[in-house]
């Protein structure tokens, strides 16, 4: 539920909080009473970054934009997401639970796993319960703007314009070629679909490259209105660095022999970053590097130059999007609006680490028969790449597994939350999560009152963005494609379904060890017994279909697809 932020407005934005009515589309730009006018938003998503992907995360990776939010606000280090696309964006844009709002699973989890297909909460598309905190900001007055990838339903009540987006240009998939050629994103699928404000694009721009067009038509939007007195909102959602991995073409060699040294070298290079920065005290365990490190020796030399191609090119995804962030505050910094705008910066999951070539029983043909994948072509238009495992290892540090699954690698992620005004940086590790964003920024805007009438699963953060409290702390399930987990204070009850056999729930104390390397099951079966039964809770308060599998795609037999 949304808690008052009453004294985060007194403190930060010096306001006196009066009943908000709701207001209509061009009200004030100023709450009734307010001494300060109320704060631009700017929400940043970025596809499928790990952990340790940014300069200021652990990262050798060069982002010194996004590295600057972090020096003047706040950096989550707890910061929890979904583990997969679809499935976070509906719990980061109604702040509930993705199985009350119609993301139980992705469409592709229904695919593989019929039964889904229509049970409640499994629509694999917005339902009539997910109320977007776009369309609340909307009755609060604010100019909504979105740019970049949608993926959450595409049928006519679920295009931006009928969700709250007064302008917006959005790749209604979960991906496509980075560049203006529309190849699919996989085998099974159709071509992709733009729209701009409810209507198909049909051409895209000669020089169309996804992460600077995006940018570019935030920045538009925001100036064809700026003599508009209503402060703003714009969502820009980057398709980087979501496969294929492709960059402009003066960006391919940026990231030339950085990745030589293989898999090893660059996650210790990365742990001690965490580490002498002060994110983590993390160690590299010997079962870990011995693992990795034998994997990569087994390689035969064309398999290892193609694993460091496939990461200079992730590399200079990520640092060409950083680029992308920094026209973006400058342009407000050149207009004045800087000042009085909030950014917050936050990746919707974990890295890429399934074998992409296995989803769907056509698809490793396809890429062989549509792209030209050889070495000196990775990363150009018309090529088809994405990480491995061994990649998404290093990307995720310090961190178990990727994308898909609910451990940490697949689901916590760099956060960032610059306040108006700030020049400090903050740090906090506080638990916090995707579902915690929608009630914030409402509070932010002022129009929690309107919200009220929306119950929701996440917590606002004002007290934590305000310096005077600790974050409300974790007492929060997860179930994703099988998998479960449930927070609750320090402790994490996880259960991972293995690829055969049964699965068991594994106990860890994330305090003291992030990195879950220490089952403490067995000191703990009560304590163990009561986060199982607050799951079991969880579930059926929030309808959760129970698969007593793992069922994440690039790991399911193919027939499914």
Not at 423 to 441: E, F, G, K, M, W
Not at 507 to 528: F, G, K, V
Request: a neutral charge; proline letters at 5%; one cysteine or more.
């Amino acid at each position: 539920m949304i808690n008052s932020c009453r004294v985060f407005f007194q403190l930060v934005f010096g306001l006196v909080l009066m009943p908000l009515a709701v207001c209509s589309q061009g009200a004030a730009s100023t709450v009734a009473g307010a001494a300060k006018p109320r704060p631009n938003i700017i929400l940043i998503l970025a596809d499928d970054l790990g952990f340790s992907d940014i300069g200021i995360y652990g990262s050798e990776i060069r982002t010194p934009n996004i590295d600057q939010l972090a020096s003047q606000g706040l950096m989550l280090s707890n910061y929890h997401t979904g583990p997969q696309c679809s499935i976070t964006r509906s719990m980061l844009l109604t702040g509930n639970d993705n199985h009350r709002v119609g993301y139980g699973s992705s469409r592709g989890g229904g695919r593989r796993v019929p039964e889904l297909v229509g049970q409640p909460g499994y629509e694999f598309q917005l339902n009539d319960q997910a109320v977007l905190f776009s369309r609340h900001l909307q009755q609060a007055g604010y100019r909504t703007y979105m740019a970049g990838k949608w993926d959450v339903g595409q049928s006519h009540e679920d295009l931006p314009p009928q969700r709250g987006f007064a302008r917006s240009f959005v790749l209604m998939d979960g991906g496509a070629s980075h560049f203006g050629d529309r190849q699919k994103n996989l085998a099974h699928l159709q071509a992709p679909v733009y729209m701009e404000n409810g209507k198909v694009v049909a051409r895209l721009a000669p020089d169309f490259y996804s992460s600077k067009f995006y940018t570019t038509k935030i920045i538009d939007y925001i100036e064809q209105d700026r003599n508009q007195a209503d402060p703003f909102f714009a969502f820009v959602s980057f398709t980087a660095p979501h496969w294929p991995l492709q960059v402009p073409v003066d960006w391919l060699a940026r990231y030339r022999g950085h990745y030589d040294r293989g898999w090893m070298p660059t996650y210790k290079d990365r742990l001690k970053k965490l580490n002498d920065l002060g994110v983590f005290e993390v160690e590299l365990t010997e079962k870990w590097a011995a693992d990795l490190d034998g994997r990569w020796h087994s390689l035969i030399a064309e398999q290892k130059l193609r694993e460091i191609r496939v990461m200079e090119v992730y590399a200079a995804m990520v640092g060409y999007m950083d680029v992308q962030v920094g026209r973006l505050v400058n342009y407000l910094k050149q207009t004045g609006q800087y000042d009085n705008t909030v950014i917050v910066f936050v990746s919707d999951n974990g890295p890429e680490g399934n074998d992409v070539a296995a989803i769907g029983p056509k698809t490793r043909g396809w890429l062989g028969e549509n792209f030209d994948n050889s070495i000196e072509n990775i990363g150009k238009q018309g090529s088809y790449a994405y990480l491995k495992e061994g990649w998404a290892t290093v990307s995720a540090a310090p961190f178990k597994l990727y994308k898909t699954y609910i451990a940490e690698g697949g689901m916590r992620v760099p956060a960032i939350i610059k306040m108006p005004g700030a020049n400090q940086a903050r740090r906090s590790a506080d638990y916090v999560d995707v579902r915690d964003l929608a009630p914030t920024i409402l509070a932010l805007a002022g129009a929690d009152a309107i919200a009220q009438q929306q119950p929701m699963y996440g917590n606002d953060l004002s007290g934590l963005l305000a310096s005077e409290l600790a974050a409300p702390g974790a007492d929060n399930g997860w179930e994703s494609f099988g998998n479960r987990a449930y927070f609750k204070g320090k402790w994490k009850a996880e259960l991972i379904w293995p690829q055969q056999g049964n699965g068991q729930w594994k106990l860890y104390d994330l305090s003291t060890d992030p990195q879950t390397i220490n089952d403490r099951a067995a000191e703990h079966p009560q304590l163990l017994r009561s986060l199982i039964q607050r799951w079991q809770d969880y579930a059926e308060k929030n309808g959760v279909y129970k698969v007593e599998s793992d069922f994440g795609y690039g790991r399911w037999p193919t027939a499914g697809e």
